[in-house]
């Protein structure tokens, strides 16, 4: 008796892991938590760019400090913003979004950065996608 109460719930359960909406749920979910956290810790560290030149100069005039020092706030925003995908990601996937159309703003207004803008629209939707799937698996769990 107590096997067939097993079997009965673990049937939902295979059946939603299965699902590829939850799966592209999830994938997303993955990346967009685990991204932006290496990518805010890089902020740190410069191993993969230089992340200043890819501060607008107009920003860099209008924030306090270096492009160096902006982009260690950058990077805790980034922390913040994976950490928050991990977390509750119906409101993490807008959150992202809404930080990669900063992004995108920023990159638009430096000559020669318009194909990273292009790139960053593309991840914008994915995070869209992220959000919109939060929303349609939030008792999935």
Request: zero cysteines.
């Amino acid at each position: 008796m107590a096997s067939e109460t097993t079997t009965t719930s673990a049937a939902p359960r295979r059946r939603v892991l299965t699902d590829p909406g939850y799966q592209a749920f999830v994938i997303l979910r993955v990346g967009f938590t685990v991204a932006p956290i290496l990518f805010g810790l890089d902020k740190f560290a410069d191993l993969l760019v230089d992340w200043p030149a890819y501060l607008a100069p107009w920003i860099d005039n209008v924030v306090p400090g270096s492009a160096q020092a902006a982009m260690y706030a950058v990077g805790v925003i980034e922390i913040l913003a994976g950490v928050t995908v991990a977390l509750a990601p119906r409101f993490g996937g807008w959150l992202v979004a809404g930080w990669l159309a900063g992004i995108i703003v920023n990159l638009l207004t430096i000559p020669g950065h318009y194909d990273i803008a292009l790139r960053d629209f593309g991840l914008l939707l994915g995070a869209v996608a992220l959000a919109r799937l939060a929303e349609r698996y939030r008792t999935a769990r």
